[in-house]
């Protein structure tokens, strides 16, 4: 509950919503949306609405003005009633008259707040099933005029206008109605919004007069901020890009699906992204970038999985490079059928191994390359229980038998909660995440200086596409299984990228080289013996093959070679395979990862 003295949360709310507003120096400036960081807590609201239904009162004549009487007043029409009470009676303590909508009048009477009805200032009653209400002048009126300008002032007096000081208003459920299961058309129609967004923007572009609020979390701020009686253009400002930033996030959800409903394909002419501040970073990349982290609030991202919406149960609070490489390891771990354990450094997967029990699959993963697993990030597409997490909390390094591993992050779909109680007590600030699989058919956003590249997410796996055989042998059933298991794994590896697997095992893997004979050759020293007979995948196709990547990868005894072929050399390297007695499969499909 909130409390109404000057020693109450509200209090302590204002005062450091005030503590973060601009130096004075810089009054004059509007703040850049990634330094917004107040008490007026930004969350996403573009779904809380004004739907509101109301009987017809008799009408009235209109109120005296405001700025004539003296007399203050305040709008309220909401459909998130959330702590209504609470702001009604505040603002009715501090003299205030509630004007109000229906369903938000009766809620506010109900409260025991007395309530002048809309339809007593417009003289007319709502219609068009609640179409039509507020947008009228004795509404819009009292919301935009200037209180600086006399002939303002005049205009209000001659038609007998008030002024409203305080707009509470948000809209329309749309986000959350749209994104129901089972939506009809015409209901999702009739949840767009029109009085609300009107008011708001008027109340919001007319601030220096007129404090607008859309977010019940700063009704504490918004009446601590009257009881001070002092006119604080820095808070009205703050309420006025919020309330833009509101109304902007809601209009991006209704394009967003209007252009879905039309039929459009994935990529519109226009593309707005609404971006929810979740976290402050520490830093960036390096300490020396500040950053933050927000979650895309766009309708295709709803219920759609990912890092970003995975829930933290353990350890320090993640970073800008903490978020990357989660990201990586657990859109690599959920791309395989069997329980898969993969190890990520740098973004890259260092070992990935499938086995139908998981802890086998886990020590494989860390075994491909324990030095590069020291420090990284573990993710698995199964539930971690407590004979995994005592296997993770204890499992010591395949280099000396004695070091036990240290990671980052675990990631996984779920937890026992013997299994999390395990893993806490391995670090205290070992980050443990819980996530959803990312959905398939998202569309991937990348910046570059300037703007945006927007490409479909690739979601092809080993199951969508055919693997030819090009090589006079034919490799086996375990051989094209490992030729799979390898190219699923390549995918996740930067470019030029190498992976060579046996087994459901990664062996080696060589990455981000400029050229991919290089690649081959890092991966093939991760590999050692073990070379002999597994399978080694390519991202893209071999541009040489004798005396190059193809004829030393068929050196080294690899017993088939997976790649997209398209290369006017592959004749090449299909002769240097028949030379050797190697499989080599296409895929007519490149996974470049830049």
């Not at 506010?108 to 809309?118: D, N, P, W, Y």
């Not at 519109?268 to 970038?289: A, D, I």
């Not at 479909?456 to 030819?468: A, G, N, Q, V």
């Not at 298991?485 to 060589?510: D, E, P, R, T, Y």
Request: glycine share 8%; net charge neutral; charged share 25%.
């Amino acid at each position: 509950m909130f409390a109404s003295t000057a020693t109450s949360p509200a209090a302590a709310a204002a005062r450091s919503l005030r503590a973060s507003l601009f130096s004075p120096s810089s009054h004059s400036h509007l703040l850049p949306p990634t330094s917004v960081r107040s008490s007026l807590r930004f969350s996403y609201l573009p779904i809380k609405a004004m739907a509101d239904t109301a009987s017809v009162s008799h009408p009235i004549t209109a109120s005296a003005s405001s700025s004539d009487s003296g007399r203050k007043q305040a709008l309220i029409s909401l459909s998130d009633k959330k702590n209504l009470a609470f702001v009604g009676n505040g603002l009715q303590e501090l003299g205030y008259t509630i004007v109000s909508t229906g369903g938000t009048a009766s809620a506010l009477e109900s409260a025991g707040v007395a309530v002048t009805k809309v339809e007593q200032l417009t003289q007319f009653p709502e219609m068009l099933d609640g179409r039509v209400k507020t947008l009228h002048p004795n509404i819009h009126g009292g919301i935009l005029a200037r209180r600086d300008q006399k002939h303002h002032i005049e205009a209000l007096n001659t038609h007998g206008i008030g002024t409203f000081d305080v707009v509470v208003v948000n809209l329309y459920p749309f986000f959350d109605k749209v994104t129901s299961t089972g939506v009809e058309f015409e209901d999702g129609i009739e949840n767009i919004d029109i009085g609300g967004p009107a008011m708001i923007r008027a109340a919001a572009k007319n601030h220096r007069d007129v404090l607008v609020v859309v977010d019940s979390q700063d009704y504490p701020a918004l009446l601590e901020f009257l009881k001070g009686n002092q006119d604080d253009q820095m808070f009205r400002l703050k309420l006025a890009w919020k309330a833009f930033a509101h109304v902007s996030a809601y209009d991006s959800a209704v394009s967003e699906w209007l252009w879905k409903q039309s039929g459009g394909d994935k990529f519109p002419p226009t593309l707005t992204v609404p971006l929810s501040l979740k976290s402050s970073l520490r830093y960036g990349e390096n300490p020396h970038q500040k950053a933050a982290f927000y979650v895309d609030k766009r309708l295709s991202e709803v219920n759609g999985g990912g890092i970003a919406t995975a829930i933290q149960h353990h350890g320090k609070e993640m970073s800008y490079n903490n978020y990357l490489d989660a990201d990586a390891a657990w859109n690599c771990v959920c791309e395989f059928r069997d329980p898969t354990c993969v190890v990520v450094k740098h973004t890259n997967p260092c070992g990935v191994a499938s086995r139908n029990d998981i802890l086998e699959a886990y020590r494989l993963a860390v075994k491909a390359d324990p030095v590069s697993a020291f420090g990284g990030i573990v993710a698995f597409n199964v539930e971690v229980d407590e004979v995994l997490a005592k296997e993770i909390r204890e499992f010591r390094s395949p280099t000396d038998g004695e070091t036990r591993m240290f990671y980052e992050i675990v990631v996984a779909p779920g937890y026992t909660e013997k299994g999390l109680d395990v893993l806490r007590g391995k670090s205290k600030t070992l980050r443990i995440l819980e996530a959803k699989k990312n959905e398939a058919g998202k569309l991937s956003l990348r910046q570059v200086g300037g703007g945006w590249l927007v490409q479909d997410s690739d979601d092809l796996t080993p199951h969508d596409i055919k693997f030819s055989v090009e090589s006079e042998r034919t490799p086996v059933d375990e051989e094209l299984r490992d030729a799979e298991f390898a190219w699923l794994c390549v995918k996740h590896v930067k470019s030029n990228a190498i992976v060579i697997a046996k087994n459901k095992c990664m062996l080696g893997m060589g990455s981000g080289q400029p050229n991919r004979l290089e690649s081959l050759r890092i991966a093939m020293r991760k590999a050692g013996d073990d070379v002999k007979g597994a399978a080694l995948a390519s991202d893209a196709f071999f541009p040489f093959a004798w005396k190059d990547a193809v004829e030393e990868a068929c050196e080294s005894g690899v017993g088939v070679i997976a790649e997209p072929g398209g290369s006017i050399r592959d004749k090449d390297a299909i002769d240097c395979c028949n030379k050797y007695g190697v499989s080599l499969v296409f895929t007519q499909v490149r996974h470049f990862r830049h």
